[in-house]
Structures are given as C-alpha cells and as structure tokens.
C-alpha cells in the first residue's frame, strides 16, 4: 500500500503524529492556520463538525510506537486480537510512557476491543469451539502471513501473550501455504478468551474482564443464526 502511494513506510509514524494537530485544529476553528514559520497554510472544513471539538480520533496499532502514539495524543485506541488479562504484556510501559505524555486537558483515552459475539446457553464444549473457529483464518492471515519473519507485529502480539511455540508454528505453515494447517495451530485459549461466545454467565464474566482491563468500548461482531437479537 506505501509502495503503491509512494509514501514511505518508515516515515507512516511521523506522518501521523504530524496531521493530527492541523486535523484538530480544522475541527475546532473555522479556518485556523496551521504549520511552522514560512510554512504556515490556512485550512478550513465544511460543513462544520457538529459536536464540539469535532469528532474523536481513534488510532489503531498494536507496535510499541503506536500504542505510545495512541495513549499520547488520540482519544481512542483500537487494539487488536485483544486478551484482557494479558494486553499489558503487549505494550503495558508504552501505554503508561504515552498517558504520562498525554495532554491533561484531553479526557481519559478510550480504548476499543472485543470479537465475535454469540450468547447461548448451549455454546459450551465442542458448539462454543465451532463457533470460535470461525475467526481461525483470519488471525492465521495476521499472526502468520502479515511481514516477513521477524517483522510481524501480530506474530509478536502472540509471542507476549505467552504463544511463542504456536506463533512460530503457525507462521511457518502460513508461509509455506498450508493456511488451513496454520489456522488449526492457534491456541485455543487465544480464541476463547479474546471473544464473546458462551453462555450469558461466561459472557458476563468476559465483559467484566474487558471492563477491568480498560475497555470502554465493547467492539463486537455477532454472529449465529439470532445475531440481531444478540
């Protein structure tokens, strides 16, 4: 995608970090100007934002730089494959490096996380497992085919959660194109843990558990033949 639009990746980071302030600054004023001296633009958004301040920034990203970018200067942020008992394993000091940064006028960082959703008293055993199945071949896709070895943030994401064994594995069939064979390799703990599939008393401990680790916003995708009505 950088390749294609002649960005460099290297630079994404910094690029970010730099359009956020004009961004805010176009959601606040009308037409604010904005850059550093003999490079100072005028820019303007309209129709104008509804809600004060315009709406909120989110910024997603699982690396150590985008978790601390995130904590430092978003208003959410949208972590991905998401265990609550272990993301601090994941970015925990880069999380804490970015609030300790974080403007004190900003109010407190949201951050966004869940999976599948399915409640049903017989989602127990083997029907919760084919349920949670489902979402094998993507997180095969991220944690084994996304980068090269060595630069995959999600193989590293399974590596903190305690999954090195499995991530290794899992990459190299992935990469030697046995996806069905990587996608059986993911712990299922991962699966069981990161999602909302149960019965409503597990669910309500695994809310709980996402509400304790700093969840405000539930990210959920039903699924089941009453998704709806989930």
């Given at each position: 995608e950088f390749l294609v639009l002649g960005v460099d990746h290297a630079t994404r980071g910094a690029a970010v970090e730099a359009a956020i302030p004009p961004i805010r600054a176009a959601f606040a004023e009308e037409y604010p100007t904005v850059g550093g001296p003999g490079a100072e633009v005028g820019?303007?958004?309209?129709?104008?934002?509804?809600?004060a301040g315009g709406p909120p920034i989110w910024i997603g990203g699982s690396s150590k730089?985008?978790?601390?970018r995130a904590a430092r200067l978003a208003d959410g942020w949208l972590p991905i494959m998401f265990i609550p008992e272990k993301?601090?394993?994941v970015g925990g000091p880069q999380l804490k490096a970015g609030l300790a940064k974080r403007d004190p006028n900003?109010?407190?960082l949201d951050i966004s996380a869940g999976g599948m959703l399915a409640i049903d008293e017989s989602l127990t055993g083997e029907a919760r497992t084919k349920v949670l199945d489902m979402a094998r071949p993507g997180m095969a896709l991220y944690v084994g085919g996304m980068g090269a070895r060595g630069k995959n943030f999600y193989n590293d994401i399974?590596?903190?959660?305690g999954y090195e064994k499995e991530a290794g594995e899992v990459q190299d069939l992935y990469l030697?194109?046995?996806?069905?064979?990587a996608a059986a390799a993911l712990p299922g703990e991962w699966l069981e843990l990161s999602h909302l599939v149960g019965p409503r008393?597990?669910?309500?401990?695994?809310?709980?558990a996402f509400k304790e680790a700093g969840v405000t916003v539930?990210?959920?995708?039903?699924?089941?033949?009453?998704?709806?009505?989930?």
């Open positions: 820019v303007g958004m309209s129709p104008r934002p509804v809600r730089a985008a978790i601390t993301y601090h394993n900003r109010k407190r399974a590596c903190a959660y030697e194109g046995k996806k069905a064979e008393s597990f669910i309500k401990e695994r809310v709980a539930l990210s959920v995708n039903p699924v089941g033949p009453n998704a709806v009505q989930q």
